[in-house]
């Protein structure tokens, strides 16, 4: 089984900065895509960045250039570095980690239980 856990979440000012870390454990073999969604209240689920093994990057244009995403593939962690954070950047924010368990085993997709971000105005 694999778990995915999220850290990093709070309460912050406009314009302010918070890093979310994510790190998947269990039975790995490697991990494909890991990537951030977040959920504002009344709204349905948005991607907000995905990153690749290879360190190839996709980000929603809502958050171009002000969050960053990153890996560390030893770890099997993913961070989000969220900069110049507005009221609409609050949400819950998950995590989520296409992992093969063996080397002739299928993908199957792993999702963190959440951490809060609020942005004050």
């Known amino acids: 089984q694999v778990e995915v856990v999220e850290s990093g979440g709070g309460l912050v000012q406009a314009g302010g900065s918070l890093r979310l870390s994510c790190a998947a454990s269990g039975s790995i073999f490697s991990i494909n895509a890991m990537g951030w969604y977040r959920q504002a209240p009344g709204k349905q689920r948005e991607l907000v960045a995905v990153?690749?093994?290879?360190?190839?990057?996709n980000y929603a244009d809502s958050v171009k250039g002000r969050f960053t995403i990153s890996r560390d593939n030893a770890k099997n962690t993913v961070y989000l570095q969220m900069n110049s954070l507005k009221p609409v950047d609050t949400a819950v924010y998950y995590c989520?980690?296409?992992?093969?368990?063996?080397?002739?085993?299928?993908?199957?997709?792993?999702w963190g239980k959440g951490t809060l971000v609020t942005v004050s105005s």
């Open positions: 989520n980690a296409d992992v093969r368990a063996g080397s002739v085993s299928g993908v199957m997709r792993y």
């Open positions: 990153i690749t093994s290879g360190g190839n990057t």
